[in-house]
């Protein structure tokens, strides 16, 4: 069962549980013997969405296209450069340090690597006790109770509480890594690449557990994956990131139906099919590496390798626009006049463009 045929989803009518607005994080280059800053990486460069309950939005691109930074500004890991960040209506993007420690109750992270996120020399019902010892929230036998409780819920047994990390498969230990995000009963949690380092056998299995523990517990995620067919999977909705921007931001369905943006198709196109038979749209094949996100290229970012670039792509940036309803894409195509330039089967109703944010 795909995300968008689940239930437990607040209504886009309902107050979001986190709103992001134009967030930037540039970190400095430093040179020399003074470290003079000799320039910036803009690896988060004025991304705006919001997150209903219970729905998880997507977050997809290649390497250094600024999702995992993402992720680690909206948790409060590092500062953002500019923007801001409310959670349940509050402004957390500048908050005091004891604030701050309690709003991080509501929001944890699954990191990628379950083999470096667990403390090897702690057992791993020490691990998931941890974050409850720190804030307070549970001791004693209702502490062993709770621990208990959160190894039942992932799927592991109790008996494993005892053992160190080193004695659990690489699913075994993302699950820990789960059940430690669920001790403080969060409402948001990022997931950052949480299969992409797991068996292809295992990610099914521990995607399939985040579905069930959202239906649960009324969870939120920001899921962050390179792999489209993992995303497509869980995200209710999904937002396609090329260095530092957003380029294209739809419901899962929509996207995948018909994606508008040139990089969002050459990434869909470039999904393996099972069936070697079914049709499928044609190959786009993209020219060249990401471009440095210290240097990004003037105009649309994506023109240095989009195979339908024109002149005015290479001075003029596209503003992310909703062409549809819902469904946002920042491509000079879409302006309706020269929609015809594309040789793949995208048609826009040019006249419906509207200034929005997803
Ligand atoms: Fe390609 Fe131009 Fe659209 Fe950018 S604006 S995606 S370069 S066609």
Redesign the pocket.
Known sequence: MCAANRTGLATPAEAPLLEVKNLKKHFPIRKGLLRRVAGHVYAVDGVSFTLRRGETLGVVGESGCGKSTTGRVVMKLIDPTAGTIRLAGEDITQVPPDRLRQIRRQMQIIFQDPYSSLDPRQSAGSIVAEPMIVHGTARGQELEDRVADLFKRVGLRTDDMRKLPVAFSGGQRQRVGIARALALNPSLIVCDEPVSALDVSIQAQVVNLLMDLQDELGLSYLFIAHDLAVVHHISHRIAVMYLGRM?EFAETEDLFAEPL???TRALLSAIPIPDPTARRAERIVLAGDLPSPSKPPK?????TR?????D??RVED?PLREIRRGHFA?????DGQ?VD??NAAVTVAGSALSEGEP
């Open positions: 380029v943006h040139p990089y105009g649309c970012h994506f023109h989009c195979p339908f670039a024109f005015r792509c596209p920042a491509c000079h195509l879409l020269n330039a594309s």
